[in-house]
T-cell receptor, first 113, second 108 residues
Framework: DTGVSQDPRHKITKRGQNVTFRCDPI?????LYWYRQTLGQGPEFLTY????????KSRLLSDRFSAERPKGSFSTLEIQRTEQGDSAMYLC???????????FGPGTRLTVT | AQRVTQPEKLLSVFKGAPVELKCNYS??????LFWYVQYSRQRLQLLLR??SRESIKGFTADLNKGETSFHLKKPFAQEEDSAMYYC??????????FGTGTRLTVIP
C-alpha cells in the first residue's frame, strides 16, 4: 500500500466544462475527506465520508460539486460547469476512524481557463 | 466559529538557531491541535498533535489554553526543517481546520 493516491495529478479545463477527480484511500480506512487549497491558503474542508455515507458538506461545496464513495472504497469529486474560481489544489485524505491521523494524497491541481 | 491564525507567512532562521512558529486558535469546544508539514514536492503529513505530547524531529508544541496558542518550537534548526508548516484544529466533526501556513527557511 503506497498511501492515498489521487488521479489525475493535474487537470486543465475550459470554463463551463465538467471535471471528475478520483481518490483511492489507504486500504481499510473508513473515513475519507476532501479539501481544497488555493494559493496562499491552508487546506479548506469540503466534505467527508464514513464508509459510503457522506456525513458532512461544507458550505464551500456549492451545488455544482458532488462527491461519491459508492462502495466505501475510492471516492470521486465532480465539478460541473467549472468556473475560474474553482482553480485550486484538491486534496484527499483518509483515516482509520474518528480522530485518527489523516493521511493526505498528493492532490489534483485544477486549472480552469 | 473556529479560527486558526498563523501570523507569519515567511520565517527565516540560521542553521543552529532556535525556531518558533506561532499559532493561535479560537474554538468554542475543547481544542485538539495539530501541526502538519509539507516538504518540497512531498505531500502534507502530520508532524505532531498536542495530545501525544511527543517530540518529533526535535520539534515540540505545548497547548496553552490561557493564551489559546499552540506554538511550534525547535531549539536548533536544521536545513532539512525548511518546509511549509500548517497549524490545524480538529472540530467536533473530525474535520481539520487549517491556518494559512508559515514557510520556514533555514539558512545554512
Amino acid at each position: 500500500d503506497t498511501g492515498v493516491s489521487q488521479d489525475p495529478r493535474h487537470k486543465i479545463t475550459k470554463r463551463g466544462q465538467n471535471v471528475t477527480f478520483r481518490c483511492d484511500p489507504i486500504s481499510e480506512h473508513n473515513r475519507l475527506y476532501w479539501y481544497r487549497q488555493t494559493l496562499g491558503q491552508g487546506p479548506e474542508f469540503l466534505t467527508y465520508f464514513q464508509n459510503e455515507a457522506q456525513l458532512e458538506k461544507s458550505r464551500l461545496l456549492s451545488d455544482r460539486f458532488s462527491a461519491e464513495r459508492p462502495k466505501g472504497s475510492f471516492s470521486t469529486l465532480e465539478i460541473q460547469r467549472t468556473e475560474q474560481g474553482d482553480s485550486a489544489m484538491y486534496l484527499c485524505a483518509s483515516s482509520l476512524g474518528v480522530r485518527d491521523e489523516q493521511y493526505f494524497g498528493p492532490g489534483t491541481r485544477l486549472t480552469v481557463t | 466559529a473556529q479560527r486558526v491564525t498563523q501570523p507569519e507567512k515567511l520565517l527565516s532562521v540560521f542553521k543552529g538557531a532556535p525556531v518558533e512558529l506561532k499559532c493561535n486558535y479560537s474554538y468554542s469546544g475543547s481544542p485538539e491541535l495539530f501541526w502538519y508539514v509539507q516538504y518540497s514536492r512531498q505531500r502534507l503529513q502530520l508532524l505532531l498533535r498536542h495530545i501525544s505530547r511527543e517530540s518529533i524531529k526535535g520539534f515540540t508544541a505545548d497547548l496553552n489554553k490561557g493564551e489559546t496558542s499552540f506554538h511550534l518550537k525547535k531549539p536548533f534548526a536544521q536545513e532539512e526543517d525548511s518546509a511549509m508548516y500548517y497549524c490545524a484544529l480538529i472540530t467536533g466533526a473530525n474535520n481539520l481546520f487549517f491556518g494559512t501556513g508559515t514557510r520556514l527557511t533555514v539558512i545554512p
